[in-house]
Protein backbone atom coordinates (compact mmCIF):
# COMPACT_ATOMS: atom_id res chain seq x y z
CA UNK A 1 0.00 0.00 0.00
CA UNK A 2 1.23 3.88 -0.77
CA UNK A 3 2.18 5.64 2.53
CA UNK A 4 -0.34 8.68 1.44
CA UNK A 5 -3.11 5.80 1.80
CA UNK A 6 -1.74 4.31 4.66
CA UNK A 7 -1.46 7.70 6.91
CA UNK A 8 -5.32 8.26 5.52
CA UNK A 9 -6.75 4.90 6.35
CA UNK A 10 -4.46 4.28 9.83
CA UNK A 11 -6.12 8.02 10.27
CA UNK A 12 -2.45 9.12 11.79
CA UNK A 13 -3.42 12.18 9.07
CA UNK A 14 -6.73 13.52 8.14
CA UNK A 15 -6.76 13.38 4.39
CA UNK A 16 -4.68 11.68 1.67
CA UNK A 17 -3.73 15.13 -0.13
CA UNK A 18 -2.35 16.58 3.26
CA UNK A 19 -0.72 12.76 3.63
CA UNK A 20 0.84 13.59 -0.32
CA UNK A 21 1.70 17.19 0.72
CA UNK A 22 3.54 15.73 4.03
CA UNK A 23 5.76 13.41 2.14
CA UNK A 24 6.60 15.97 -0.66
CA UNK A 25 7.77 18.41 2.36
CA UNK A 26 10.35 15.53 3.98
CA UNK A 27 8.12 15.27 6.72
CA UNK A 28 7.76 12.08 6.68
CA UNK A 29 10.59 9.63 6.80
CA UNK A 30 10.21 5.62 6.19
CA UNK A 31 12.58 3.38 8.24
CA UNK A 32 14.82 6.82 8.69
CA UNK A 33 15.09 8.01 4.85
CA UNK A 34 12.54 10.56 3.68
CA UNK A 35 9.31 8.93 1.55
CA UNK A 36 7.79 10.22 -1.21
CA UNK A 37 3.78 9.77 -1.32
CA UNK A 38 4.12 6.60 -3.82
CA UNK A 39 6.76 4.65 -1.62
CA UNK A 40 5.29 1.07 -0.43
CA UNK A 41 4.43 0.23 3.36
CA UNK A 42 4.66 -3.26 4.59
CA UNK A 43 4.17 -4.53 8.16
CA UNK A 44 7.46 -4.34 10.13
CA UNK A 45 8.50 -0.47 8.45
CA UNK A 46 9.20 2.18 10.62
CA UNK A 47 7.00 5.45 9.81
CA UNK A 48 8.18 8.77 11.71
CA UNK A 49 5.90 12.07 10.68
CA UNK A 50 7.82 14.95 11.81
CA UNK A 51 5.15 17.93 13.13
CA UNK A 52 6.39 21.41 13.77
CA UNK A 53 5.82 20.52 17.97
CA UNK A 54 7.37 17.43 17.55
CA UNK A 55 7.17 14.16 16.02
CA UNK A 56 5.50 10.99 16.00
CA UNK A 57 7.35 7.40 15.36
CA UNK A 58 5.11 4.09 14.77
CA UNK A 59 5.89 0.38 13.76
CA UNK A 60 3.52 -0.92 10.90
CA UNK A 61 1.62 -3.63 11.91
CA UNK A 62 -0.85 -4.48 9.20
CA UNK A 63 -1.86 -3.08 6.49
CA UNK A 64 -5.35 -3.03 5.18
CA UNK A 65 -7.89 -1.17 2.58
CA UNK A 66 -10.30 0.07 4.78
CA UNK A 67 -10.44 -0.25 8.34
CA UNK A 68 -13.34 1.35 10.18
CA UNK A 69 -12.77 4.15 12.30
CA UNK A 70 -12.68 1.92 15.99
CA UNK A 71 -9.92 -0.60 14.17
CA UNK A 72 -7.45 2.02 13.27
CA UNK A 73 -5.43 1.76 15.48
CA UNK A 74 -5.15 -1.66 15.29
CA UNK A 75 -2.57 -1.09 12.16
CA UNK A 76 0.36 0.26 14.34
CA UNK A 77 1.93 0.81 17.16
CA UNK A 78 3.61 3.98 18.86
CA UNK A 79 7.19 3.78 19.46
CA UNK A 80 8.39 6.06 22.59
CA UNK A 81 10.91 8.03 21.89
Not at 8 to 16: D, E, N, P, Q
Request: net charge positive; hydrophobic share 40%; proline share 5%.
Amino acid sequence: MRIDKFLKVSRILKRRTVAQEACDGDKVLLNGKPAKPSAAVKPGDTVEVLYASGSLKIRVLDVKETVKKDEAASLYEVIPQ
